[in-house]
C-alpha cells in the first residue's frame, strides 16, 4: 500500500517472508525497541528511551537519514538515494543473546512512488535488486552466511502482490 505518495515494502528477517504492504517494522523482544519506515524516513521508536525534551513525537528517539545507529540492542544501516527516485534503503536487526540465537529484524526500503513521467510504479523489481545489491555489500558476519544468503534470494526473486 502506499502511503501518500510514498511505497515501502521489505523482507522479515526473522521469517524470511515480505512484510505486508506499507507496514515495514520490528520490534526488538528484549529491548522494546521499533524500527520502523513510514514512506521514505527511517524511524526509531523506544517509550521508554523517549523524553520530552526530544525533537520528535513520543515514542520516536531517533530518526536516521542515511548512516549506522546502534540503540539497545538493535543495530541500523541506512542509506539515501536520490536517483532515479527519492529512496532510503535499511537493514534493521537484533541477534538475542540467550541459549538459542534468534536474529530479528528487516531488511526494506521507502520509496517515491511516481515515475518522472507522472504514472505510479511504487516498488519495482529493479528497486529490490538494488536493495539487495546493497545488502549483499554490508558487512552482516555476525548474521550467518544461511540466513543471507536465503534473504538475497527472496529480495531478488518475483514481487508477491
Given at each position: 500500500?502506499?502511503?501518500?505518495?510514498?511505497?515501502?515494502?521489505?523482507?522479515?528477517?526473522?521469517?524470511?517472508?515480505?512484510?505486508?504492504?506499507?507496514?515495514?517494522?520490528?520490534?526488538?523482544?528484549?529491548?522494546?525497541?521499533?524500527?520502523?519506515?513510514?514512506?521514505?524516513?527511517?524511524?526509531?521508536?523506544?517509550?521508554?528511551?523517549?523524553?520530552?525534551?526530544?525533537?520528535?513525537?513520543?515514542?520516536?528517539?531517533?530518526?536516521v537519514q542515511h548512516g549506522d545507529l546502534d540503540y539497545q540492542?538493535?543495530?541500523?544501516?541506512?542509506?539515501?538515494?536520490?536517483?532515479?527516485?527519492?529512496?532510503?534503503?535499511?537493514?534493521?536487526?537484533?541477534?538475542?543473546?540467550?541459549?538459542?540465537?534468534?536474529?530479528?529484524?528487516?531488511?526494506?526500503?521507502?520509496?517515491?512512488?511516481?515515475?518522472?513521467?507522472?504514472?505510479?510504479?511504487?516498488?519495482?523489481?529493479?528497486?529490490?535488486?538494488?536493495l539487495a545489491d546493497w545488502v549483499e555489500q554490508l558487512d552482516?558476519?555476525?548474521?550467518?552466511t544461511d540466513l543471507l544468503t536465503q534473504l538475497d534470494q527472496?529480495?531478488?526473486?518475483?514481487?508477491?502482490?
Amino acid at each position: 500500500m502506499a502511503g501518500s505518495n510514498w511505497e515501502q515494502w521489505g523482507v522479515d528477517l526473522a521469517t524470511l517472508k515480505p512484510h505486508p504492504w506499507g507496514n515495514v517494522a520490528f520490534t526488538s523482544a528484549a529491548s522494546g525497541v521499533t524500527v520502523e519506515i513510514y514512506k521514505n524516513q527511517v524511524s526509531v521508536l523506544h517509550p521508554q528511551g523517549w523524553t520530552p525534551a526530544s525533537h520528535w513525537i513520543e515514542p520516536i528517539v531517533a530518526k536516521v537519514q542515511h548512516g549506522d545507529l546502534d540503540y539497545q540492542d538493535v543495530s541500523l544501516i541506512v542509506h539515501e538515494l536520490e536517483v532515479p527516485r527519492p529512496a532510503r534503503f535499511a537493514f534493521a536487526y537484533c541477534v538475542s543473546r540467550g541459549d538459542a540465537r534468534v536474529v530479528s529484524g528487516f531488511a526494506g526500503l521507502g520509496i517515491y512512488g511516481f515515475a518522472e513521467n507522472g504514472d505510479w510504479v511504487g516498488v519495482t523489481d529493479h528497486d529490490r535488486a538494488r536493495l539487495a545489491d546493497w545488502v549483499e555489500q554490508l558487512d552482516r558476519g555476525d548474521l550467518g552466511t544461511d540466513l543471507l544468503t536465503q534473504l538475497d534470494q527472496i529480495l531478488r526473486g518475483p514481487l508477491a502482490p
